[in-house]
């Protein structure tokens, strides 16, 4: 029990540190359209001049980024919401099993997602044409495809926990 608290408390740090960020970033981002200073944002491992793009590209980026940012964010707030549960002792319910399938789901449109807006942004603002696999869409597909994997086991133990409080 002692190591699911620790998680919580890991978890729960990340959120709220994320989430500060996430604000932050986009207030920044936001200000951003009202000035043409120049100045260097890495974005997606690309280091963007944000005082030299125009409206339209302004806007694209950041719509881009809170797409994916919010569905990553939600990702890891439906992580703490199963955490929470599982750390009250509730680890074969319906809620769980369904709550890992729908985290699985969420990391590989993550996945997919950052790998998207990096090619649209190479496309859009540097004008290349570039086709690769980065570590972080791979992180993201493993992660997602091992959360749907857990859901099926979580779920056969369900499935068994049952039978067996049936023939007791």
């Given at each position: 029990?002692?190591?699911?608290?620790?998680?919580?408390?890991?978890?729960?740090?990340?959120?709220?540190?994320?989430?500060?960020?996430?604000?932050?970033?986009?207030?920044?981002?936001?200000?951003?359209?009202?000035?043409?200073?120049?100045?260097?944002?890495?974005?997606?491992?690309?280091?963007?001049?944000?005082?030299?793009?125009?409206?339209?590209?302004?806007?694209?980026?950041?719509?881009?980024?809170?797409?994916?940012?919010?569905?990553?964010?939600?990702?890891?707030?439906?992580?703490?919401?199963?955490?929470?549960?599982?750390?009250?002792?509730?680890?074969?319910?319906?809620?769980?099993i369904k709550n890992l399938?729908?985290?699985?789901?969420?990391?590989?449109?993550?996945?997919?997602?950052?790998?998207?807006?990096?090619?649209?942004?190479?496309?859009?603002?540097?004008?290349?044409?570039?086709?690769?696999?980065?570590?972080?869409?791979?992180?993201?597909?493993?992660?997602?495809?091992?959360?749907?994997?857990?859901?099926?086991?979580?779920?056969?133990?369900?499935?068994?926990?049952?039978?067996?409080?049936?023939?007791?």
């Amino acid at each position: 029990m002692k190591l699911i608290r620790q998680l919580k408390m890991c978890i729960d740090i990340y959120y709220y540190l994320m989430l500060l960020t996430f604000i932050v970033g986009v207030v920044i981002v936001i200000a951003s359209f009202f000035t043409t200073n120049t100045y260097d944002v890495e974005i997606l491992d690309e280091s963007i001049d944000v005082g030299v793009l125009n409206v339209f590209e302004k806007f694209f980026i950041l719509a881009s980024i809170v797409t994916v940012f919010g569905v990553y964010f939600s990702t890891i707030r439906l992580i703490k919401k199963t955490v929470d549960m599982l750390s009250k002792g509730a680890y074969f319910t319906t809620h769980v099993i369904k709550n890992l399938k729908k985290i699985g789901k969420l990391f590989i449109i993550c996945a997919f997602g950052f790998l998207a807006v990096k090619f649209v942004v190479n496309m859009i603002l540097f004008s290349k044409f570039l086709i690769g696999i980065s570590s972080t869409f791979m992180v993201f597909l493993i992660i997602g495809l091992f959360m749907m994997f857990l859901s099926e086991a979580f779920s056969n133990a369900k499935k068994i926990k049952e039978e067996n409080d049936l023939t007791v």
